[in-house]
């Protein structure tokens, strides 16, 4: 419980949430927000609230010095006000246990209306379904709902518990610019005109990846920042324009030094934040197993469902379609279901519709049976001992459910990836108490475009190639792994990083692979490159997405509900109508001539 001393004020002696039975008899004044209210004939009781809890006030006619009734009948919900009165043990029966002030209530002396409220949109105590754009509209009245206050005060304490860790290890905490030079970092910048440079622009960061590393050629080796950052991307319920990291980079470390520092900040932030204490170290598990296992380099441990190689059980069969996927280079891959065998023609057709939505053209299904005999939906045509082999390869019992999908990994692993979470929701085999981090290492340096076949990075071109891969570089440089790692929560990436490029030759090769010449390097780059000429050390560091630590700490599905002001699922701030249109003179002071499309 907060000190109520440390929080008077002029309006108050103590807080809505601060009042006990050992205050009993105590003259004291309240300020906050009418939450309820009930007129119980001639006694008229509200529940009064503010950011540190409620208090039930009672209105009695005979016990005030004014016309303290009349008064409290012309309150409403939301109503701001100002109450003095007496502490006194609740009557017998009638203790609320569900709150921390639960004993004790408040007979109002005198009362004072300090501002009246509109009826609320929606009420604030509803536990009920409020659309999220009507709650985005009027976020000032959502912030007050108990849930979100909640929210925004455990990402408060994640943040402190962060900052706190970080100054025990030494972490510099350095601020850096947020107006800076457009460059390609793997999304699309956000770009700000510069009035005094016309036709010039600013980029807002999308990290602050170039100038943490230039802090490490400036000799701080450990910075941290509690970073704003933006990302002008399509949006979803783990995603935002903009948007807040905890950043961190090192010098004269490597992997296993970044990761021990990051599995102490979590272990902290959940500690100090929940009370739970997590068990470093967390599991490993490289990108290549992880894409065969699971299919996905975000994969969520708390359930099992690994994905099987079917291939060499349907070689040879019947079914043309399998030939045809094996014969060029695809495979046939497949989950079991533990006793799912019973699954209804609909509920099939239900998981058949989810491989079609991820871009297959469906998915086989199998039962499991005893004495060779299995159904499924293409035993017409594959005879019985080709459905033995794949349910002994994926190590199906009687009773079980084998679904699978072919064609090459990058779809089965897609669809099989999205059935799996699926089936996992479906069968209720996903313990939303359970914690399972996970890092994901080893991932490929370069992804290829398959339209038009171009390299780009596979987190961004800073990122150190294995030396034992340099070599391929220029020959083979989809197989050169990268010093790159991911840490996974519960099937969400809360933070990547990387070791870092720190000699320029080699950072010139990077860039040359992903197609962008020496001299755009040197205009997109160059002030980075230059200052490795004066003695870059070894290098690296994690962005952990705070928003969606925030969220899992939370519980909540959405990092929307523990964002303040969140943009909606279309970018919009529906609150304060955001993008706003600007008027053609401030447009030309820019520079900016706006053309309408025709």
Not at 342 to 371: F, H
Not at 493 to 502: A, K
Request: aromatic share 8%; charged share 30%; glycine share 8%.
């Amino acid at each position: 419980m907060m000190d109520s001393q440390k929080l008077q004020t002029q309006y108050r002696t103590d807080t809505c949430g601060g009042l006990r039975k050992e205050d009993d008899g105590r003259e004291v004044t309240l300020v906050g927000w009418v939450f309820r209210w009930r007129d119980h004939g001639g006694i008229v009781f509200i529940d009064m609230r503010d950011r540190y809890g409620v208090t039930q006030i009672v209105f009695d006619r005979n016990s005030a010095e004014q016309d303290i009734d009349s008064l409290a009948h012309k309150l409403r919900s939301e109503f701001v006000i100002q109450v003095k009165g007496q502490v006194r043990p609740r009557p017998e029966g009638t203790v609320n246990e569900s709150l921390p002030t639960g004993e004790v209530e408040v007979s109002a002396t005198h009362l004072e209306i300090i501002s009246e409220s509109e009826n609320p949109p929606f009420r604030l105590d509803d536990k009920g379904e409020v659309g999220e754009d009507i709650r985005l509209q009027y976020r000032y009245l959502d912030l007050r709902r108990e849930e979100l206050q909640r929210y925004i005060r455990i990402r408060h304490d994640a943040v402190i518990a962060a900052r706190k860790y970080m100054d025990t290890l030494s972490f510099l905490d350095i601020e850096t610019p947020i107006l800076c030079k457009p460059t390609p970092e793997g999304a699309r910048d956000f770009l700000v005109p510069a009035r005094m440079h016309p036709g010039k622009f600013y980029a807002l960061p999308q990290s602050p990846q170039i100038y943490k590393q230039i802090l490490m050629v400036s000799g701080f080796d450990r910075y941290y920042q509690i970073a704003r950052c933006f990302r002008d991307e399509a949006l979803r319920a783990d995603r935002q324009l903009e948007f807040t990291q905890i950043d961190i980079e090192m010098s004269f470390i490597d992997e296993d030094d970044i990761i021990k520092v990051t599995e102490g900040l979590m272990e902290t932030i959940y500690r100090q934040t929940l009370g739970i204490e997590l068990k470093p170290p967390f599991v490993r598990m490289g990108y290549d197993e992880c894409m065969e296992l699971y299919g996905i380099d975000r994969p969520d441990l708390r359930y099992d469902l690994q994905i099987k190689d079917l291939s060499d059980a349907f070689r040879g069969c019947e079914f043309r379609v399998f030939n045809q996927i094996l014969d060029t280079g695809g495979r046939i891959r497949g989950i079991v279901v533990p006793g799912a065998a019973g699954y209804s023609r609909k509920e099939l057709d239900d998981i058949n519709a989810v491989a079609v939505d991820m871009g297959s053209k469906g998915c086989v299904w199998q039962r499991v049976g005893g004495g060779g005999e299995h159904d499924s939906s293409i035993k017409n045509i594959v005879s019985q001992p080709y459905f033995d082999k794949a349910a002994e390869l994926a190590g199906a019992s009687r009773g079980d459910l084998l679904v699978f999908v072919g064609g090459p990994d990058s779809l089965t692993s897609k669809v099989l990836a999205r059935l799996r979470q699926y089936l996992a929701a479906r069968e209720g085999l996903i313990d939303k108490n359970k914690l399972s981090f996970l890092w994901v290492t080893d991932f490929p340096l370069f992804e290829r475009d398959e339209a038009t076949g171009a390299l780009s990075s596979s987190h961004h071109p800073f990122t150190s190639p294995h030396p034992e891969d340099l070599d391929k570089l220029e020959s083979e440089p989809e197989k050169v792994r990268s010093r790159a790692y991911d840490i996974v929560l519960n099937g969400y990436e809360i933070g990547g990083g990387s070791i870092r490029i720190h000699n320029p030759d080699v950072q010139r090769r990077i860039f040359r692979a992903l197609g962008i010449s020496d001299e755009q390097a040197e205009y997109k780059f160059g002030f980075l490159l230059k200052a490795f000429q004066y003695g870059a050390p070894p290098h690296g560091g994690i962005a952990m997405g705070m928003d969606r630590v925030a969220m899992l700490l939370c519980g909540t599905d959405s990092i929307r509900d523990v964002i303040p002001f969140p943009k909606s699922s279309k970018a919009s701030g529906l609150m304060e109508d955001a993008p706003a249109m600007v008027e053609e003179k401030e447009l030309l002071e820019l520079h900016i001539r706006k053309i309408v499309k025709k």
